[in-house]
């Protein structure tokens, strides 16, 4: 069992910066692992994901060129520098660890464990 902890959220204005990180209670070496977020009334959707073995990484063309998905294997930590923040980029986020095949780095269901979420809200 992986217990993940994400912090670092709050309020920012719109064209400022933030960085999430996730905790994980065990190691996530062999883990690939995953942002998600959703907005009040939306699905949850995908942000951004990296790889265990090579560091791969995958973005939603939303946040693409403004958010940078990195891993500290050392530290068992994932995080997610995000950039030129728009009002469109508030949700809550989660962080999620996929372990079990088959995966698909944007699939929610596909992931095996979840944090329990950190409020990121844009002023406009």
Known sequence: QVQLVESGGGLVQAGGSLRLSCAASARTLNYN???????P????????AITWSIGRTYYADSVKGRFTI?????????????NSL????TAVYYCAAHRT????????ATYDYWGQGTQVTVSS
């Open 33 to 39: 692992m995953g942002w998600f977020r959703q907005a």
């Open 86 to 89: 728009k009002p469109e980029d």
């Open 41 to 48: 009334g939306k699905e949850r959707e995908f942000v951004a």
């Open 101 to 108: 095949a088959p995966w698909s780095p944007t699939g929610v």
């Open 70 to 82: 990195s891993r500290d294997n050392a530290k068992n930590t994932v995080y997610l520098q995000m």
